[in-house]
């Protein structure tokens, strides 16, 4: 019995990657080819680097862990071997010629899941940690939510780009629903941040680890993200000319860069449109803004209120009346299909009430799905926090006081990162992610 289920297993996570590399091939198909040398965003690698990183990110990660694995390629392992996170203004300077072709990236690509593939397919993923070594299956757990992430981030690349270089794709609108703002009480107790290593549970990162309960007092929250209508308001009110709003770092940002609005947003005349995945249309008044930590936090102030610590943010989307939580804020069933925007059904964000069971116990709407929703939280370690051997800087060299943590997952988030212990983090100054946020202020 014990030899079907890993074989039972072993078949998910092998159909898990496949599926993975489907949704990252497709993905690409948007992208015109006279469009995959382009630079979306400054900050960023060009396309092309990402077309080559996925498979050698895979590739070196097996490779270090598995010495049977010969590089075929080493200056393609290294050349694709790292993304880009740039601060303190410093940014690319490589020209397309500086990179291979498409049809040298994609042979490196093919001979990589060639390779890989035989290997998978004829070991035991559970096989025993002998002598240190990693278990496959955490390696595939960690290339295919490693894939799965740049899914997401790669959208936010294929946003920048103009609609005409990328073909479009057909997507349904979802209805908005009648909804009133407003905010909610949220009673004094624990939160439980983090991930067990004691417990069972098949991944999770190594941020994610070791789980630590915070004391949470009492605070209100709004119900709702904050809508583009909410924050058009802030605009309106001189919002972006007012240094009082911002920090003097954040001030001198959006002054030197001459930022008026989200990064979302197109103004034609008196218009104001939305930049969408495909195509500007009419801005969607009820869907939530999406914009950087430092305008978030503009926003916050001049509502008289504050962004949510990570601790308050959980408690609100997974805490109940005493000490219990839930799986997700909705319940601990592990259907999550057509409880919220998110998985890839839908490109661009929906009205902030569009999906009503979203909803937690205490009554917060949409706290997963829909936009990423920043915390006034630097991004750093639990207690007891250790990196991964295989993967030492994936959070560590982040751990600086320059992210923040983002919480909850969009419309392009896959379901397998929807689990509660998951953080994401972002640079303050960056507009381009799906994320949008809530505010709070101090309980009775």
């Not at 898990?16 to 992208?31: K, P």
């Not at 940002?253 to 989200?262: K, L």
């Not at 929807?418 to 381009?432: A, T, V």
Request: hydrophobic fraction near 40%; aromatic fraction near 14%; glycine fraction near 6%.
């Amino acid at each position: 019995m014990a030899t079907a289920t890993k074989l039972i297993a072993t078949r998910n996570l092998l159909k898990r990657l496949e599926d993975a590399r489907a949704v990252t091939d497709e993905l690409f198909q948007i992208v015109r080819p006279a469009a995959l040398y382009d630079r979306p965003i400054a900050e960023r690698h060009r396309i092309i680097f990402y077309i080559g990183h996925l498979e050698a990110f895979d590739w070196n990660l097996f490779r270090g862990e598995r010495p049977q694995l010969k590089s075929f390629d080493p200056d393609y392992d290294r050349l694709f071997a790292f993304g880009i996170d740039p601060v303190d203004g410093q940014l690319p300077s490589d020209q397309p010629s500086d990179w291979p072709s498409l049809v040298e990236v994609k042979g490196y690509n093919q001979r990589v899941r060639d390779e890989l593939d035989g290997l998978l397919t004829s070991a035991n993923l559970n096989e025993p940690q002998d002598h240190g070594a990693i278990q496959l299956a955490t390696l595939l757990h960690t290339a295919i939510e490693h894939r799965l992430m740049h899914a997401e981030t790669l959208a936010y690349m294929f946003h920048r780009l103009p609609f005409d270089r990328k073909a479009a794709q057909p997507q349904a609108q979802l209805p908005s629903e009648d909804f009133s703002p407003r905010v909610i009480d949220i009673p004094a107790g624990p939160a439980t941040l983090g991930l067990r290593r004691s417990a069972q549970h098949p991944f999770g990162w190594d941020n994610e680890f070791e789980a630590c309960e915070v004391d949470v007092p009492p605070f209100r929250i709004d119900r709702f993200m904050v809508t583009n209508r909410e924050f058009l308001q802030f605009v309106s009110d001189a919002g972006y000319r007012r240094p009082e709003l911002w920090s003097r770092d954040d001030w001198q940002w959006i002054h030197q860069n001459g930022i008026q609005y989200p990064a979302f947003w197109l103004r034609e005349g008196n218009n104001w449109l939305y930049r969408g995945m495909f195509e500007a249309f009419a801005l969607p008044p009820d869907s939530p803004v999406y914009v950087s930590h430092a305008e978030a936090r503009a926003y916050a102030r001049w509502a008289g209120k504050s962004l949510p610590t990570e601790a308050q943010w959980h408690r609100a989307a997974y805490g109940q009346p005493g000490d219990a939580e839930r799986q997700y804020p909705w319940g601990d069933t592990d259907d999550v299909s057509g409880k919220g925007n998110f998985d890839f059904v839908h490109w661009d964000a929906a009205p902030v009430a569009a999906k009503a069971n979203n909803e937690s116990a205490f009554g917060a709407v949409g706290m997963v799905g829909n936009g990423w929703e920043w915390t006034a939280s630097e991004f750093a370690p639990f207690p007891g926090f250790q990196p991964f051997s295989f993967y030492p800087g994936y959070s560590a060299n982040f751990f600086d006081g320059k992210h923040f943590v983002m919480k909850g997952g969009s419309a392009r988030t896959a379901a397998v990162l929807l689990r509660k212990s998951f953080r994401n983090w972002f640079q303050p100054r960056y507009q381009y992610v799906y994320a949008g946020f809530r505010c709070v202020s101090s309980g009775n």
